[in-house]
C-alpha cells in the first residue's frame, strides 16, 4: 500500500513540474511577444525622428503660411523710353524738373550729346509707382509727336512671395539650429552646427537682397527720356575754323616739347646706346683692316 502512494505522490510531483514547464514556456512566449512589439514601437519612434530630422520640411511647416498672389497687392516693375523733338532743350529740361519735383521723382543721369545734325540731352529718372503715369501725362503735355515711346509693367508677385516666405522658412530653420547648438555637448556637434547656421545665414542674406531688390524697383519706376533738337549740317555749335587752326598748332607745340622732355628724361639709356654703337662700330673696323 505505501509503495502504491508512494508511486501516485511521484508521478503528481512529475504531472505539476510539467505545468510548470509549459507556464514558464508560455509566459516566455509571451515576454519576446512583448520584446518585439517595444523593438517594433522604437523602430516607428526612430522613423518619425528620423522623418523629422528634415529641417528643411519641418520649418516650413512651422513657418507661418504666405499670403495667397489674389491676396497680395499686385507688385509690378514699370519702366519707360520716350524719345521726342524739342524746339527748345532748355525749356523742355525745366519742364522735366519742375515734373521731378512735383511727383518726388528723382534724376539719377543726365547727359548731353551734340553732333552735325542734332543736340540732345538724356535724362534718366527714378519715379514712385503711383505717379508714373501721371508724371508721363505731364511730361507729353506740348510733344508734338514721340519718335519713341515704349511702356512697360513686369509682375513679379509670384516672385515675391516666393522669396518671402523662403526668408521665414530659412529663419524658422536658423532659430530650430540656435536651440541645438545650446543642446550640443560634443565639439565636432557644434563644429556641424555651425556650419549649417553659416549656410543658412549665406541664403537668408541673399534672399533678403533680392527682396530688397524687388521692393526697389517696384517702389520705384524707371524712365528714360531723350529730347533733340535737329541743326542744319556744319553749323554745331562749336570752336571757329581759326580757332580749330590755333589749336592743332597749340598741340603740334605740345607734341615736339613732350619729345624733348621724354629725350631729357631718358638721356642715360640714350648716352649708353650711342657707347654700344660707337663700340661695335670701331670693332667692325678693326675686323676690316
Same mark, same amino acid.
Given at each position: 500500500m505505501?509503495? &502504491?502512494?508512494?508511486?501516485?505522490?511521484?508521478?503528481?510531483?512529475?504531472?505539476?513540474?510539467?505545468? +510548470?514547464?509549459?507556464?514558464?514556456? @508560455?509566459?516566455?512566449?509571451?515576454?519576446?511577444?512583448v520584446a518585439v512589439d517595444s523593438t517594433a514601437v522604437a523602430a516607428e519612434d526612430y522613423d518619425a525622428y528620423a522623418s523629422e530630422s528634415n529641417y528643411d520640411s519641418k520649418a516650413k511647416d512651422m513657418a507661418s503660411p504666405s499670403?495667397?498672389?489674389?491676396?497680395?497687392?499686385?507688385?509690378? @516693375?514699370?519702366?519707360?523710353?520716350?524719345?521726342? +523733338?524739342?524746339?527748345?532743350?532748355?525749356?523742355?529740361?525745366?519742364?522735366?524738373?519742375?515734373?521731378?519735383?512735383?511727383?518726388?521723382a528723382l534724376i539719377k543721369n543726365d547727359s548731353q550729346?551734340?553732333?552735325?545734325?542734332?543736340?540732345?540731352?538724356?535724362?534718366?529718372?527714378? @519715379?514712385?509707382n +503711383?505717379?508714373?503715369?501721371?508724371?508721363?501725362?505731364? @511730361?507729353?503735355?506740348?510733344?508734338?509727336?514721340?519718335?519713341?515711346k515704349e511702356i512697360s509693367s513686369q509682375d513679379v508677385t509670384e516672385e515675391y512671395i516666393d522669396v518671402a516666405s523662403r526668408i521665414k522658412t530659412k529663419k524658422v530653420l536658423e532659430a530650430r539650429y540656435l536651440e541645438l547648438l545650446k543642446k550640443a555637448n560634443k565639439?565636432?556637434?557644434?563644429?556641424?552646427?555651425?556650419?549649417?547656421?553659416?549656410?543658412?545665414?549665406?541664403?537668408?542674406?541673399a534672399k533678403e537682397?533680392?527682396?530688397?531688390?524687388? +521692393?526697389? &524697383?517696384?517702389?520705384?519706376?524707371t524712365l528714360d527720356i531723350e529730347?533733340? &533738337?535737329?541743326?542744319?549740317?556744319?553749323?554745331?555749335?562749336?570752336?571757329?575754323?581759326?580757332?580749330?587752326?590755333w589749336n592743332a598748332i597749340a598741340s603740334g607745340f605740345n607734341g615736339i616739347s613732350n619729345f624733348f622732355i621724354g629725350i631729357i628724361e631718358n638721356w642715360p639709356i640714350i648716352i649708353t646706346l650711342v657707347v654700344l654703337i660707337l663700340l661695335i662700330r670701331k670693332r667692325f673696323k678693326r675686323k676690316n683692316q
Open positions: 505505501k509503495t &502504491k502512494l508512494l508511486i501516485c505522490a511521484v508521478f503528481i510531483l512529475l504531472f505539476a513540474s510539467c505545468k +510548470q514547464a509549459e507556464t514558464d514556456d @508560455i509566459a516566455s512566449v509571451d515576454m519576446a511577444d499670403p495667397r498672389i489674389d491676396e497680395l497687392e499686385a507688385k509690378i @516693375i514699370k519702366s519707360g523710353n520716350l524719345r521726342f +523733338q524739342s524746339d527748345d532743350l532748355e525749356v523742355t529740361y525745366n519742364q522735366i524738373q519742375s515734373t521731378v519735383k512735383k511727383y518726388n550729346t551734340n553732333n552735325d545734325y542734332a543736340l540732345s540731352r538724356t535724362v534718366n529718372i527714378r @519715379i514712385p +503711383q505717379h508714373f503715369d501721371a508724371f508721363i501725362a505731364d @511730361i507729353s503735355k506740348g510733344v508734338k509727336y514721340f519718335d519713341q565639439v565636432s556637434e557644434m563644429l556641424e552646427i555651425e556650419s549649417q547656421l553659416s549656410d543658412i545665414r549665406e541664403e537668408i542674406e537682397g533680392r527682396l530688397r531688390y524687388l +521692393q526697389n &524697383k517696384v517702389s520705384m519706376s529730347f533733340y &533738337k535737329p541743326v542744319a549740317a556744319g553749323s554745331k555749335a562749336t570752336v571757329s575754323y581759326g580757332g580749330r587752326i
